[in-house]
C-alpha cells in the first residue's frame, strides 16, 4: 500500500459528544461494517463500555475508502472523552497525523473539547474540527463555529457540520481526512521500527500488541527484539483491525495494526515499547510519559486463599490499562493487598468494574485518597486553602471558561456532581496536576474504648475532621456487634476528641435460642460461633468483626 495514500488519525471530543457515533458511519461509509439499525458504538467492546455507554479504552479500526479512482487507507482509533481517560488519548495521538475534534451543535465547546485540542495541537496534528448533532432543536453550529474560531483560532469555515447519528454530511468528513491530514512520513526501506502504543492479555495467545510502524516492514515468521526486555521472538501473526483482528501477510511503514509473537508473560510488550528486527537494531521512540496517579485506593481479595489468583488478573489488566500503578501493601484487617493508583474515581470504578467482569475477581476496594506529601517541622503552619481564581475567559455571551487553583482532595470525590446539579448540568469540569501545596492537615485516630484501631488511622483537612470523623464512627457503631460491656467509639486528632458514638452492652446468649436439649445442636451453634471468633480482631478488649473493617473501610 503506498503510503502517500495511508492516513491515520484519532476521533477526538468530550464526553457524549458522538465520536463512537460518528465512528460507526465511517466503518459503514467504508463497508467495514453492513449498514444495520443496530450499529451503536461498535468500537466500545467492552462489558463495561456498554453498560456505562462511554468509552474507557481507544480503538482501532482499518479502513478502506476509495476516491476519485485511487484507495486510501484510512486507520481510525476512537479514544474517551471523560478527563481520567486521557492518557489513553495522548498515547493515541502518538499514532496519528491528525484529529477529529468533535462538539456537540448545542452543548457548544466543553472542558474536555479544549483539553483534547490542547494535547493534538502539542502533537502538531492537523485538527479537523468537525460539529455534531445538527439534528438536535436546539442545535446552533454558527454559534459554535464562532466559538472555535475564537478560542482556538481555526477559521469557522473549516468547521464540517454532520449528523453522525443520521449520516448527514459524513462523506465530506472523510474527504477532509484525505484533503487535511498528511500521509506519515516514514522509511519502508529502513529497519523495522514500531511502537506497542496498546497491549492486551490473550488467555491463549498471549499478549498482543497493537502496533504504529513508523519503519520498514515486519512479516510473519521475523525475528524480533523488544527494546524494553532485550528478549527476542518469532513473529506468529500479524495484520489490522477491521475493526476485528484480520491476519495480513505483512506490515509496512504507515501502517497500524497487530501483532503477536509468542509473549506468554504479561510484562512483555509493554505500552511504549519499541520493537526492532533481531539481525537490526534502531534507536527505540521516544515512548510515553508514565501517567501520574491522583487518586489511590487499597485493594484486597475477598478472601486471602484468592489473593495469587487476584494478583494475575491486576497485572494482566494493568498490561492493558498501563496508567495504574501498583504497590504492594498490607492491613491487620485486611490481609495482604495492593495500593493502586489511579487518574480519577471514574477510572478506579472502571478499573474495578473489569477486575469483576473480565476477570472475574471480587475485591475489596478502599476508600480513595489523594497523595500528600508531609514535611516535619515545629510548629504546624501555613493558612487554610482555598480555591484560588487564576484567569477567565469569554468564550462568548453565554460561556466562560475558569481556571481555578483545588486542593485535588476538595475535587476527587463528589465536586463534579455539586458542579453539575449547581449548573443544571451546563458547566463542565477539567483538571491538571499543579504540584504539591502546604495545607493543614491533621492525622485522626479512631479509638475503641481509649486503643487507636491502626487501620483506620486516616489524614484529612483540619476543617474536615469533625465531619469525616463522625460519619466514621456511626459507620462503625452500625456495624461493631454489641459485647458484653459498653463500647466508646472515638475520633481524636492527638489527644482531643473530636466525634463519638457508643455501642451499648449487651449479653448475648447464643444458647438461649434452643428450647429443650439437643446437644448436638448446641455444640454446632458453638462451634459456629468459635469459628466467627477467627474472623475477629482484637482491640483491647473489644472485638471487631473483619466485615466491620469492610463496611467502614469499603467505598460506598
Ligand atoms: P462519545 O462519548 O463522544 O463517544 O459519544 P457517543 O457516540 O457515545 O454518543 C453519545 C450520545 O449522543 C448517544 O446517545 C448518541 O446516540 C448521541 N448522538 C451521537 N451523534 C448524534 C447526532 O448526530 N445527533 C443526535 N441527535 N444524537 C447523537
Ligand atoms: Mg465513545
Not at 176 to 199: C, G, M, Q, T, Y
Request: aromatic content about 8%; glycine content about 6%.
Amino acid at each position: 500500500f503506498p503510503v502517500e495514500n495511508i492516513r491515520n488519525f484519532s476521533i477526538v471530543a468530550h464526553v457524549d459528544h458522538g465520536k463512537s457515533t460518528l465512528a460507526d458511519r465511517l466503518l459503514e461509509l467504508t463497508g467495514t461494517i453492513d449498514k444495520t439499525k443496530n450499529n451503536k458504538q461498535v468500537l466500545d467492546k467492552l462489558q463495561v463500555e456498554r453498560e456505562r455507554g462511554i468509552t474507557v479504552k481507544a480503538q482501532t479500526a482499518s479502513l478502506f475508502y476509495n476516491c476519485e479512482g485511487k484507495q486510501y487507507l484510512l486507520n481510525l482509533i476512537d479514544t474517551p472523552g471523560h478527563v481520567d481517560f486521557s492518557y489513553e488519548v495522548s498515547r493515541s495521538l502518538s499514532a496519528c497525523q491528525g484529529v477529529l475534534l468533535v462538539v456537540d451543535a448545542n452543548e457548544g465547546i466543553q472542558a474536555q473539547t479544549v483539553a483534547n485540542f490542547f494535547l493534538a495541537f502539542e502533537a502538531q496534528l492537523s485538527v479537523i474540527p468537525v460539529i455534531n448533532k445538527i439534528d438536535l432543536k436546539n442545535a446552533d453550529p454558527e454559534r459554535v463555529e464562532n466559538q472555535i474560531e475564537k478560542v482556538f483560532d481555526i477559521p469557522s469555515d473549516e468547521c464540517i457540520k454532520i449528523s453522525a447519528k443520521l449520516g448527514t454530511n459524513v462523506e465530506s468528513v472523510l474527504q477532509a481526512i484525505i484533503e487535511r491530514i498528511p500521509p506519515p512520513k516514514v522509511h519502508r526501506k529502513n529497519p523495522l521500527r514500531a511502537l506497542v502504543f496498546d497491549s492486551t492479555f490473550d488467555q491463549y495467545r498471549g499478549v498482543i500488541a497493537n502496533v504504529a510502524l513508523f519503519d520498514g516492514v515486519v512479516s510473519k515468521g521475523d525475528k524480533i527484539v523488544s527494546a524494553h526486555t532485550q528478549k527476542t521472538y518469532e513473529v506468529n501473526e500479524v495484520g489490522v483491525l477491521n475493526p476485528n483482528e484480520q491476519p495480513t501477510h505483512k506490515l509496512y511503514a504507515g501502517q497500524v495494526g497487530y501483532l503477536i509473537a509468542g509473549m506468554k508473560d504479561v510484562t512483555e510488550a509493554q505500552i511504549g515499547d519499541t520493537l526492532c528486527l533481531h539481525k537490526q537494531p534502531v534507536e527505540p521512540l521516544p515512548g510515553f510519559k508514565s501517567a501520574k496517579p491522583m487518586v489511590f485506593a487499597g485493594m484486597y481479595p475477598l478472601d486471602q486463599s484468592e489473593y495469587n489468583n487476584l494478583k494475575s488478573a491486576i497485572e494482566k489488566l494493568t498490561l492493558n490499562d498501563s496508567s495504574v500503578t501498583v504497590h504492594r501493601d498490607s492491613s491487620l484487617a485486611l490481609g495482604a493487598g495492593w495500593r493502586l493508583g489511579f487518574l480519577g474515581l471514574l477510572h478506579m470504578e472502571v478499573f474495578n468494574q473489569r477486575l469483576e467482569q473480565e476477570y472475574n475477581a471480587s475485591v475489596i476496594l478502599t476508600t480513595p485518597t489523594v497523595p500528600y506529601k508531609a514535611v516535619l517541622s515545629s510548629s504546624k503552619l501555613i493558612k487554610a486553602r482555598r480555591a484560588v481564581q487564576k484567569n477567565m475567559i469569554f468564550i462568548d455571551q453565554n460561556r466562560v471558561m475558569l481556571k481555578y487553583l483545588f486542593p485535588l482532595n476538595e475535587i476527587v470525590v463528589d465536586f463534579y456532581d455539586s458542579l453539575k446539579s449547581l449548573s443544571s448540568g451546563y458547566a463542565s469540569f477539567d483538571y491538571e496536576d499543579a504540584g504539591y501545596q502546604t495545607a493543614e492537615l491533621v492525622k485522626m485516630d479512631i479509638l475503641l474504648n481509649g486503643n487507636t484501631v491502626e487501620e483506620l488511622v486516616t489524614v484529612v483537612h483540619k476543617d474536615k475532621a469533625h465531619s469525616i470523623g463522625k460519619a466514621i464512627c456511626e459507620r462503625l457503631k452500625d456495624s461493631l456487634p454489641r459485647q458484653l460491656f459498653e463500647i466508646a467509639i472515638q475520633a481524636a486528632i492527638g489527644s482531643k476528641i473530636i466525634a463519638r458514638e457508643t455501642v451499648k452492652a449487651y449479653r448475648k446468649n447464643v444458647l438461649a435460642k434452643c428450647y429443650g436439649g439437643d446437644i448436638t445442636r448446641k455444640m454446632k451453634l458453638l462451634k459456629r460461633q468459635a469459628e466467627g471468633k477467627k474472623k475477629l480482631r482484637k482491640i483491647g478488649n473489644v472485638e471487631v468483626p473483619k466485615d466491620a473493617f469492610i463496611k467502614v473501610l469499603k467505598t460506598q
